[in-house]
């Protein structure tokens, strides 16, 4: 898809433009020079999308190029917060994207975001750093994928995260799966390090779908107001989008939940394996104990030492080294402090 590069570009930092017809096919704009004016698509919308870092784009906001004035400037200022801005019949959203690298790998993790200003017959996307959602959507359409209006193709950028995020939520799953059967198997401590790796992730993505999710909460409460003047087909998307981004938030914060637990049960695990440890080092510190004051008594290099005289003296001195570790041994059954293993 050739971009929109000319020496005196009719948009300045446009990446690529589709116009869509009445029946939701759209077909890529080729040149500056067949680009429609907003008010000129009565039976269908135009689609730009625009590279929000170049500084050009500011005079074109400020004329209204990309939609109104005061709902573009606020949409695409530097503020990266998912948010959602109704003007009128406009509409300004800015929604978690992935984060595509230079070598076209895509992010897990939606991190980047999206710029979207949107009018009845029109929608503007922007981003400042490479994203995918966009360019995925894009590429969907010209396979054959039909946006009957502005929503819909919104519509088209949030499934994109959704069915990324729901593929790590499903791969989330089996991880912690195999996990918990290691632990309920092997009867011994896990090493936490997977378990913490997938926390992890799946909070960072359960925080980024909580705000994704909470712009179309925003949206839908929008639409219920009397005085609202958005186009029904934003009243429907926001609809099934919110009924999608809360039950794929619901699964991911169980996830996150039982990673939560499954690390508490390995922690647990691993102080009882140290504190059967530390009790074993305990009864043997005192077993030894005195054996080693025996040992030391007659050690002493002194006059008068006991059985310094007898030829079985060093025979006698350690069975008196056992008797007293035995002694210890027997005091300490009889406190309960040794259990016979189960």
């Known amino acids: 898809m050739p971009r929109l590069l000319t020496d005196e570009a009719a948009l300045p930092g446009l990446l690529f433009a589709l116009r869509f017809d009445g029946e939701g096919r759209g077909t890529p704009i080729v040149t500056a020079a067949d680009l429609p004016a907003f008010e000129a698509c009565d039976d269908g919308f135009v689609w730009l999308h625009v590279d929000l870092i170049d ?30 801005v109704v003007e009128g019949e406009g509409l300004g959203v800015v929604i978690a994207d992935r984060e595509r690298a230079f070598g076209g790998d895509v992010g897990e993790e939606p991190s980047g ?58 791969r989330f799953s089996g991880e912690l799966d195999a996990i918990e059967d290691r632990i309920l198997d092997e009867g011994r401590p896990e090493d936490p390090r ?42 429907t998307m926001a609809a099934r989008v919110v009924q999608r981004l809360d039950s794929l938030h619901r699964d991911m914060h169980v996830l996150s939940e039982r990673a939560r637990l499954l690390q508490e049960e390995i922690a647990g695990r691993t102080a009882a394996e140290a504190n059967r440890q530390l009790f074993t080092l305990s009864v043997l510190t005192a077993l030894f104990l005195p054996p080693t004051l025996v040992t030391g008594v007659f050690g002493m290099n002194t006059k008068g030492l006991f059985l310094g005289d007898f030829e079985e003296g060093s025979l006698i001195a350690l069975a008196i080294g056992a008797l007293s570790a035995l002694a210890v041994y027997g005091v300490i059954r009889r406190l309960g402090l040794i259990r016979p293993r189960a």
């Open 113 to 170: 975001r999206l710029h979207c200003v949107l009018g009845p017959n029109f929608l503007v996307s922007g981003r400042r750093h490479a994203t995918a959602g966009a360019e995925a959507a894009r590429d969907a359409v010209l396979a054959g994928t039909r946006a009957t209006s502005p929503a819909r193709l919104l519509e088209l950028f949030v499934a994109g995260v959704v069915a990324s995020l729901a593929a790590s939520a499903k």
């Open 194 to 235: 997977p378990l913490a790796q997938v926390r992890r992730q799946a909070v960072r993505q359960q925080r980024q779908l909580a705000g994704l999710a909470a712009v179309f909460h925003r949206l839908e409460a929008e639409t219920d107001e009397e005085d609202d003047a958005l186009p029904e087909s934003v009243v």
């Open 55 to 84: 500084a050009r784009l500011v005079a074109l906001i400020e004329t209204g190029r990309l939609g109104p004035p005061h709902l573009a400037a606020a949409t695409f200022e530097r503020d990266d917060h998912q948010r959602v």
